[in-house]
């Protein structure tokens, strides 16, 4: 009854925000994303009459009772009623990147614990339905069950069944890609993406203009990705974070996921873009600016970086794979 697997985090080109159903965890709207190669989570899963409760390990920290650990027991009941099991787990978890602060760490941690809790249980689920149940756990680690470029289907169905990550195009698709990532700040966020986005569905006057406009979004992106088009994605990705953020900034109250390096990088990506250096950003709930940009380009960037005040890291990314088995177990 224990099982490990591997997932990487996804970033999203078109992002998710907003849910229409809270407990099965369907979005307002579909989305597109890039799987990453280097940030990654390894999580063995033993599920065991020998545990009384649910002991949730991260990165050799115990989580205590509270509402980090929540999201994850909520994640392991919603796996052991697809097994139908009773049985309480321990989950030992390793991530190679911060979590908890924008950087899509839920993404790939709940794709490892999908993927390794449900196979634990005894369950083979294909890519769909693995995704829907990763989904269950964290809407964006449906995302993450697959590599390459990821759409995550809205769906239509009150039970879900039709929403899910569907794969657009593998990780070798196109292998200039890159994903150049900023981290400015490596403390936890305030503001969870699950709270933030309730609130801004509930309370920001703009939250339909952001759904009427999605669905052109999604087709740009998937049309430039298709003929590798690296303007029209690189353009409709910042479009769309910039309508994001501004959902969230006119949320009442207010929520800014952003810090000064953040804005002091956003400003300089476009003033070297004017200069003829094209590469673009796009930013989750968090302070990190990933910046979207072709491989030729990647020293000159990295070298430009290096001369902005408050970057505390640079991770570089291309597409990477979805999760996967291992034999590797943690304990
Ligand atoms: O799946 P969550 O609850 O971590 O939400 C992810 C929200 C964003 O990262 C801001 C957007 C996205 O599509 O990944």
Not at 71 to 96: H, M
Not at 108 to 123: D, P, S, V
């Amino acid at each position: 009854m224990k099982a490990s697997s591997k997932a990487n985090s996804n970033i999203a080109l078109i992002k998710y925000w907003g849910k229409r159903d809270k407990k099965l965890i369907l979005p307002q709207n579909s989305s597109v994303s890039m799987t990453l190669d280097s940030m990654g989570v390894h999580t063995t899963v033993e599920f065991d009459e020998k545990y009384d409760k649910d002991i949730v390990i991260i990165n050799d920290q115990e989580l205590p009772e509270g509402e980090g650990k929540k999201e994850v027991t909520d994640a392991l009941d919603a796996i052991r009623e697809r097994g139908k099991s009773q049985l309480k787990a321990k989950v030992l978890s390793k991530s190679n990147f911060p979590i908890g602060a924008g950087l899509a760490s839920s993404a790939a941690g709940l794709a490892a614990l999908a993927l390794a809790g449900t196979k634990a249980l005894g369950l083979d689920l294909d890519s769909r339905e693995l995704s829907i149940m990763a989904r269950r756990c964290s809407g964006s680690a449906s995302r993450s069950v697959d590599g390459g470029f990821v759409q995550w289907i809205r769906g239509e169905q009150e039970d879900g069944l039709d929403s899910y990550g569907k794969q657009l195009f593998p990780e070798d698709h196109w292998p200039e890609f890159r994903m150049v990532v900023a981290i400015t700040s490596l403390a936890e966020k305030k503001i969870k993406s699950r709270a933030g986005m309730s609130k801004t569905v509930d309370n920001c006057p703009y939250y339909n203009c952001w759904l009427n406009t999605i669905d052109e979004d999604i087709e740009k992106v998937k049309d430039g990705l298709a003929r590798k088009d690296f303007t029209l994605v690189g353009r409709t990705a910042e479009e769309n974070c910039m309508k994001m953020h501004a959902l969230m900034i006119t949320t009442k109250p207010s929520i800014i996921y952003w810090n000064p390096a953040t804005m002091r990088i956003l400003h300089s990506v476009m003033e070297w873009r004017d200069d003829g250096l094209e590469s673009y950003f796009t930013i989750d709930a968090g302070p990190q600016v990933k910046i979207i940009c072709l491989e030729k380009d990647l020293k000159t960037i990295k070298e430009k970086l290096k001369g902005i005040e408050g970057i505390e890291d640079v991770v570089i990314c291309k597409p990477g794979k979805g999760a996967e088995l291992t034999e590797d177990h943690l304990f």
